[in-house]
C-alpha cells in the first residue's frame, strides 16, 4: 500500500478571512481531512482482511 498520508492541519490563525470567501480555507481543510478519513478507513480494512483468521 501507498505511504500514510499526514493528516491535514487546520488553517493557522488569521488565515480565515471571516468575509464568508468561497471557498473559504476552512472548505478545503475539511475536504481534505474528509479524503484523510476515508483513506485510513480503507487502510485498517485492508490490514483487517491481510490478518490470518
Known sequence: MSEIAE????????ECCDSACNP???????AELKTW??????????EKANQPN
Open 7 to 14: 493528516k491535514p492541519q487546520p488553517p493557522a490563525d488569521g
Open 24 to 30: 473559504c480555507v476552512w472548505d478545503h481543510y475539511y
Open 37 to 46: 478519513r476515508l483513506e485510513q478507513a480503507k487502510r485498517r480494512e485492508q
